[in-house]
């Protein structure tokens, strides 16, 4: 296995001019630069990272950390794939980290990708351990919230407008006809769900109906079984919805679960309509109605945001605001009888 001796001696440079070559620096001579990455080529060398970091000339170590709630998710691993695209690009490797939206593993992924020394960290947090995330960002290394927001305080974020989005899903029902609508939705410390449920609300109010307090239904979005049982709840009341509104996509597969195990038959019986646009979404029967959000895009977002706080720390913070979309297919309909 070549070292960087090796590489330096081919080169007829300084073991000095290979490091700085491999950590991006502008003292080397192009030339000389190009001639040292040939080198580097030829003879298979790859840098040990540990070592490289702690040649570092400009304190970076080509790392970024990366949490999220539910690696099974696919909104999820979209994000992550707009996020790896932009990192690879500027040749950074990417920690991940999955929370399983546990306090605990969170706290302790933020303290590993710490102590690796990444170059900053992107999540979507969880609004109690904003002290945690403070200590952190007293050490110099940036935040990045995507998803959600952190609470008041002031860091790079990159959300969609969650409220328009729960708006747009109720307010699509409520044309057809529905006031009966139910909602699957999450704990509000989670400014999404919080948010979704405040534009389905709004949607209600101003169409003249009542919140039933019954029809909302709050529970955790990493279980479709979750769901499943909230819907079953939801189906064996007096006067049960005739729509169900589903906050996330492991939500509205419980959603669709239950009511197939209830013989209904979707939108004859029950419409529903789910929140991301995922690709079973489509494939299934009837096709799902949801509201899009752009994960991949959102992904990009951060990671963008992200190299703009590596090449200038002192950069004012911003939030990135993206706009859901409703996408229409067979799931929702009239509903058989008025509600």
Same mark, same amino acid.
Not at 29 to 35: D, V
């Given at each position: 296995m070549s070292t960087l001796k090796d590489v330096a001696k081919k080169a007829n440079v300084s073991i000095t001019t290979v490091s700085r070559v491999i950590n991006g620096s502008?003292?080397?001579?192009?030339?000389?630069? @190009?001639? #040292?990455?040939?080198?580097?080529t030829m003879l298979d060398y790859q840098p040990n990272r540990v070592a490289? *970091? $702690? *040649?570092?000339?400009n304190g970076r170590s080509k790392l970024l950390g990366l949490i999220i709630p539910d690696i099974k998710n696919q909104f999820y691993s979209n994000i992550v794939r707009g996020i790896e695209d932009v990192a690879y690009g500027n040749d950074y490797a990417v920690i991940l980290c999955n929370s399983d939206e546990n306090p605990n593993k969170e706290r302790f992924y933020l303290e590993v990708l710490k102590s690796e020394s990444v170059d900053g =960290?992107?999540?979507?947090?969880? !609004?109690q351990f904003g002290e945690e995330i403070d200590n =952190? /960002?007293?050490?110099?290394?940036?935040?990045?919230?995507?998803? *959600?927001?952190?609470?008041?305080? *002031? #860091?790079?974020?990159? #959300?969609?407008?969650? @409220?328009?989005?729960?708006? =747009?899903?109720a307010s699509h029902l409520i044309e057809k006809g529905h006031k009966q609508i139910a909602i699957l939705t999450s704990s509000i410390l989670f400014s999404s769900f919080s948010e979704r449920q405040k534009g389905y609300e709004r949607a209600l109010k101003e169409n003249g109906i009542e919140v039933d307090k019954r029809l909302i239904k709050e529970g955790d979005p990493r279980s479709s079984d979750n769901a499943k $049982? /909230?819907?079953?709840?939801? !189906?064996?009341?007096?006067?049960?919805?005739?729509?169900?509104?589903?906050?996330?996509? $492991? /939500?509205t597969l419980g959603a669709i679960e239950a009511i197939n195990e209830q013989n209904l038959k979707i939108p004859d019986d029950i419409s529903i309509i789910g929140f991301d646009d995922i690709s079973w979404a489509k494939a299934i029967t009837p096709p799902l109605t949801v509201v899009k959000q752009p994960a991949y895009e959102m992904g990009?977002?951060?990671? @963008? $945001?992200f190299f703009r706080k590596v090449e200038d720390k002192s950069c004012e913070p911003v939030e990135i605001v993206m706009e859901p979309s409703l996408i229409i297919r067979q799931s929702t309909s009239s509903p058989k009888f008025n509600s």
């Open positions: 502008d003292k080397v001579n192009p030339k000389t630069s @190009e001639k #040292v990455k040939k080198i580097m490289q *970091r $702690l *040649r570092t000339v =960290i992107i999540l979507p947090p969880i !609004l =952190i /960002m007293k050490t110099g290394i940036p935040i990045i919230c995507f998803d *959600r927001k952190l609470g008041n305080k *002031r #860091v790079d974020t990159v #959300v969609i407008d969650n @409220e328009i989005g729960g708006y =747009i899903a $049982l /909230m819907v079953k709840k939801l !189906l064996n009341l007096d006067n049960p919805p005739t729509a169900i509104f589903a906050t996330n996509n $492991l /939500m990009l977002k951060a990671a @963008e $945001l």
